[in-house]
DNA sequence: CGACAGTTTGTAAACGCTTGCAGTCGTCCC
DNA sequence: GGGACGACTGCAAGCGTTTACAAACTGTCG
């Protein structure tokens, strides 16, 4: 090994040609094939490996996206960092990956120290951030939101989401094709909840489906319960379809208390695929969120000179599992 | 914000000194204090944040470490990377992760582009590189290995492995303190499971147990299912130390089929600590790699001159659930 | 045969920063 | 009072690339 990588000049020199040419023939500018036998023989008996930083110092460019990540305990944030590593990688850039923003001024200090690094971009997945501030921080940085609860009106920073409504629908098909009729929604809060119970209502009727009842719960487990609760007491629907999953492990508990069993007496759905919703009892049929579908979209994005605003949507699709049967009787 | 962030130049303009000057200050060289607080001052105004590239291109690092992850599904090595990233944090260093290196021309490949981006140090996460081929691609950027399961006597490159006979030493403890005289174990092959099955031997005396029996496995759980059964033909342990969580998932069937209710009849006892282990009817009591320390000991390997060979081996620590319970009887 | 377009190559000036060296002071000591 | 010494500061030379710009050819065409 050499004590110190070959540069430029080191191969120039070897090859008898300017460190222009050898620039040139290694981001393929026009240069005579003859010179560019001897550069390319040059480069590689010295084993010469471009210094990126010296490039990026010039070009501005870094060919490195930053990645905020809020943990990667679950398979969601895994998949998506892992989708974004994929389209980085079809465009040689690298994925420099932070975890754990657990609040506001930590994730803004993070997204600072990338910038300064010069960044090609920056993906936030479940961003706290609010677009000011962010904007504030990144100047010019193309950003792209990944999952982020923000208000529906939200300006500027493009976002890339799941199809709640076509979750839904594949999920109320799902349903409908074991021969359920009377169905019920465990809804959610914020953004993901609204959108979920408004495709509830739109998309039941097109599923030969009565949607019976619908109670809210905040997306906890234990208001899962508490709703589901509610929702046995009335009995009328034979097929519960949840705003998470955390709400379906809560509604698991209500039905529990109540003496039924799963999915005998009623089938439920869930939302999400948590790493232990296959581990429930019953494994818990659930609406995956696609997280590497979600991950390509965003960095994607990122290299799309196309505007702002709202991303087309990623299609979630349904992982079906124990919980849901052919309706009782 | 700036068309162009400043510069050193721009703050050395603002602030009436020279570049020198205002690098000295940026980097704490000897600078008298009125000099410096205009420095400060312009800095502050004019937003100056130096950009790491140019730095990076004369002192030769990059403040970038990589960090190669088979997958992120695990929480495993989600917490490695955690880890790693902690000591790195600690260091103003960034952590460039790169996951799914399925095979080893894909291994060397990403080795390759890490190392051409002059990365200050390498952690790799269970790799498949043989240390020859490993060296010559990394001249001489500092490397680490954690859990690679590389020959005993492999030299050269330092790795961080946990210690297995601590885990099994808490595994036991744990049975005798139920109550337990009679032990079996279901081995695993390689390095990992050679030193469990040797901590076996060692260890079980010591706290009173008696190791009646001792079956292998490949660390499957099929071969767990198999080896599982063959044990409990024997029928004198009352308590199975599995080499892995995949073999005591098989255990867990082969004792099924034998209509034994764990752990009334039989505590099993797993290694690693998987994602679902804790999801297994009934929860599995296991050992737990524990990833973040392994992390941190890895980083911190990079950074410490000390000579290399082994590391001081990461202490896993025992997860009581539900799979043991006091011996029948 | 000279001008002209094209092609290929080299020259040199950046890019934003660090750092060895040398200069400029003001002090201290004998 | 003069030299030595320190403490600061500026100058300028890099670091490894890219990239205008210009130079040197090769043919081509009139």
Redesign the interface.
């Known amino acids: 090994?050499?004590d110190r990588?070959p540069t430029l000049h080191d191969v120039a020199k070897h090859a008898a040609v300017s460190t222009a040419t050898v620039s040139r023939v290694v981001n393929g500018g026009p240069v005579a094939e003859p010179t560019a036998r001897v550069v390319r023989d040059a480069i590689r008996t010295l084993g010469y490996?471009?210094?990126?930083?010296?490039r990026?110092?010039i070009t501005g460019r870094?060919d490195?996206v930053g990645v905020l990540v809020p943990?990667?305990?679950g398979?969601l944030n895994?998949a998506i960092?892992?989708g974004v590593?994929d389209v980085l990688e079809a465009h040689d850039k690298?994925?420099?990956?932070?975890?754990?923003h657990r609040d506001e001024a930590r994730e803004a200090r993070r997204v600072?120290?990338l910038?300064?690094?010069?960044v090609d971009g920056l993906v936030l997945i479940g961003s706290h951030l609010d677009d000011a501030h962010l904007r504030?921080l990144v100047?010019?940085t193309p950003v792209v939101h990944v999952g982020a609860e923000r208000p529906p009106g939200a300006d500027g920073i493009p976002e890339v989401r799941i199809d709640n409504a076509a979750g839904i629908d594949a999920a109320l098909g799902h349903l409908a094709a074991l021969g359920h009729r009377d169905v019920a929604h465990l809804a959610g809060p914020r953004r993901d909840g609204a959108e979920r119970r408004a495709a509830m209502h739109d998309l039941a009727p097109r599923h030969g489906l009565h949607l019976r009842a619908v109670v809210d719960t905040d997306f906890s487990e234990e208001s899962g319960r508490a709703a589901g609760a509610t929702l046995l007491a009335e009995g009328d629907a034979t097929a519960v379809l949840c705003a998470n999953d955390r709400v379906a492990a809560g509604l698991y508990a209500a039905a529990r208390e109540r003496g039924l069993s799963l999915p005998r007496d009623l089938s439920v759905v869930g939302f999400d695929d948590l790493?232990?919703s296959?581990?429930?009892?019953p494994p818990l049929t659930t609406v995956r969120q696609p997280g590497r579908a979600l991950g390509r979209g965003a960095a994607a994005r990122l290299f799309d000179p196309d505007a702002g605003g709202e991303l087309a949507p990623v299609t979630p699709d349904l992982v079906p599992r124990g919980s849901t049967a052919p309706p009782p009787h």
Chains 1, 2 share one sequence.
């Open positions: 090994m050499p990588p490996v471009p210094n990126p930083a010296a990026g110092l870094s490195v943990d990667l305990v398979p895994a960092a892992r590593e690298l994925a420099t990956i932070m975890t754990d600072a120290t910038v300064a690094r010069r504030d100047g010019d790493p232990w296959g581990y429930l009892d």
